[in-house]
């Protein structure tokens, strides 16, 4: 969402905070992380359902882990006759601002946004879990 789209901050939110979007009548659109020092302030990251799931607010761990994952397995069965892939593609995967490649047994990672930059511990420690690579190599700008 643009800067010019916001009718209203609820509260003063910092780079990459989580922030739940409304429309005017107050009705939940999904959560996402904001930064209002930008124009493009928030990207959305969660649906409405996943809120429920967390019990009103998303657990941002699990839904995490649950985009990862998918867009590993979105990769995984392509059956790609290549040690190189993107693993991770950004809004394609649900995950604006990462981008993860792997060449061979290592990982280039890419957070691009402050929201991704916060998330970064939690992806760093799923691909090392998950991918096992002999390194992750950051290329974040």
């Not at 739940?20 to 649906?47: K, M, Q």
């Not at 941002?60 to 867009?71: I, Q, S, V």
């Not at 998330?119 to 096992?132: A, E, T």
Request: positive net charge; aromatic residues 8%.
């Amino acid at each position: 969402m643009f800067s010019n789209q916001i009718t209203t901050w609820e509260a003063m939110v910092g780079p990459g905070e989580l922030v739940e979007v409304c429309d005017r009548r107050g009705r939940s659109l999904g959560y996402g992380y904001a930064n209002p020092d930008v124009f493009l302030c928030i990207r959305l990251l969660y649906t409405t359902a996943a809120g429920r799931r967390g019990g009103g607010v998303p657990d941002e761990t699990a839904e995490l882990m649950r985009k990862l994952n998918r867009a590993r397995s979105r990769r995984l069965n392509l059956h790609l006759d290549s040690d190189a892939y993107r693993l991770v593609w950004s809004e394609a995967d649900g995950l604006p601002g990462l981008v993860c490649d792997v060449y061979r047994d290592v990982v280039v990672l890419q957070a691009l946004t402050a929201g991704m930059e916060r998330r970064k511990p939690r992806v760093l420690d799923w691909l090392l879990r998950s991918c096992r690579p002999r390194g992750v190599y950051e290329r974040s700008d």
